[in-house]
């Protein structure tokens, strides 16, 4: 059986991705050092609900499915963390079988500061995510580079890392001629936050350790993922209601669902529109709303990864992919939410509100994201019954809602 190990495994992308792998069979290890639900505490930035730790998921995950998640609390930052999961030292602070889970064939590297207005909130924030960022992906090459060169990385960048150039998007690189000579070089890159910046820093830690050490890593340049329900949640829930597994039972504390945020520092923009709607907040589209973007759904992160996972990488290649599945202006989302909160019965307002950040408000977008598409991934087009959907399973929650964080103005100039 496939050993994959999860860096970041209790975000919002981490936990989803342990049960999809989990429920097909393969051996999963996730860490985490609840950086995320700590960051929120501090800022106290409020959650859609409450989810139980990472070490209470994964026992109920095995109470449910009989599958085993092991669990490592842990800090990647620190290089003997990082080191201990290659070499069989690890603790595990939760697994049935407490021997090696074995050298991993596959890392998915998830474990960084994912926001770009923590990043600018103060230069202490600042500090944080370069730390955090550049750090993790470090200790991770030299791990590789000490004790397994075959393992297949799969890392989640940004499309954020090429900003919005006034030229296509190619899939990571870009054929040069100058002055009659051709070369391949990394596309350009230009990030409109100190996080995508971290991202576009990771990309060259990796790129250099693929050089040196002919490392086979994967790089996905990910669009802002909307989205609450994946597979394996619903088919636990269900579980848990059924009684199937009486034990469980099926407390709205015990659910198995990811993290989700949407509040100005952690919510992303479909997932802030759903809930401003809900609770008849007008949705905060920042200035004139034409900035553009590549989406997808949290289902079709999943797909992509276990795309990459089944096919990696080749030893020596930093192999891009752009994981989006489609573009939308901030406008167009804050006209698709409308149209789906009228459905639910819901007066949905459209603000235009002074633009916290500093970003192109009107540009050309054209990005390149076929590799992912050959590879078989079948894409989830966001529709407004998609958004129906998603809005009904946020209105279950609607008492938790908290206004007072959904703006706060983080000012980014
Ligand atoms: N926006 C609004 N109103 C809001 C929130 C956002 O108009 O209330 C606009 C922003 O100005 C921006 C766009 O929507 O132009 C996307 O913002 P976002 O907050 O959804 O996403 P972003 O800050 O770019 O970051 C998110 C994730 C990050 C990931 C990135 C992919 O937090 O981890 O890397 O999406 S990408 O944007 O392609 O770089």
Redesign the pocket.
Known sequence: MSHILILGGDGYLGWPTAMYFSNRGYDVTVVDNYFRRNACTELDVGMLYAVPTLVERAKIWHGLTGKEIKVVIGDLTDPEVMRRLFEGRATYDWAVDQGFAGIPDTVIHYA?Q????YSLINYRYANITIQNNLLVTNNLMWALRDFSRDTHVIH??????YGTPNIDIEEGWLDIEHKRRKDRFLFPRQ???L??TT?IMDTDLMWFAVRMWDLRITDL?????YGIETEEAQSAERMGQGGRRAEVGGSERRHLRTIFNYD?I????????MV?AVVGYP?????K?G?????LNINDTLQCVHMSEKNPAEKGDLRIFNQ?METFS?NE??EMVQRAGARLGYDVKIDH?E???R?A?EHYYNPTYQGLIELGVEPHYLTDEVLERMMRVVERYKGNIRRDV??RGVKWG
Do not use: C, D, W
């Not at 949705?283 to 200035?287: D, R």
């Not at 900035?291 to 989406?295: K, V």
């Open positions: 960084e994912p926001s770009a207005p989640v960048g940004t499309m954020g890392e990030a409109s936050s996080y995508h991202k340049m990910q669009g802002p993922v100005e952690f919510g992303t923009i479909v997932n802030r529109f401003q949705l905060t589209v920042y200035g709303g900035q553009t973007r590549g989406y989006i901030a989302l804050a509100i633009n916290p950040r970003e408000e959904i703006f």
